[in-house]
Nanobody, 117 residues
């Protein structure tokens, strides 16, 4: 079992920045990929960014150049630095971890990010 605790969401004006954090606890030694998804009202949950244990990065086209994902394996924590935020970035952001070969997947409780115009 892996438990995830997210923090860092909030309300920000367009053009502003926020940093999300997600700390994992429990059986963390087997975690492979860590990532962030988001879900806006009336829309499907979508991948924002992901990082493998070895550091390989994946970004949604809509956030490339504005968001940066990173992880601290010693702290079992993944971060999402979000800059140049837009109103369309407004969503609930969920932390996600995946085990080896997709053997398991866990989700955080979600944190609200609201970008005002």
């Amino acid at each position: 079992q892996v438990q995830l605790v997210e923090s860092g969401g909030g309300l920000v004006q367009a053009g502003g920045s926020l940093r999300l954090s997600c700390a994992a606890s429990g059986s963390t030694s087997s975690i492979n990929a860590m990532g962030w998804y988001r879900q806006a009202p009336g829309k499907q949950r979508e991948l924002v960014a992901a990082i493998s244990r070895g550091g390989s990065l994946t970004y949604a086209d809509s956030v490339k150049g504005r968001f940066t994902i990173s992880r601290d394996n010693a702290k079992n924590t993944v971060y999402l630095q979000m800059t140049s935020l837009k109103p369309e970035d407004t969503a609930v952001y969920y932390c996600n971890v995946v085990g080896p070969l997709g053997s398991y997947m866990y989700w955080g409780q979600g944190t609200q990010v609201t970008v005002s115009s």
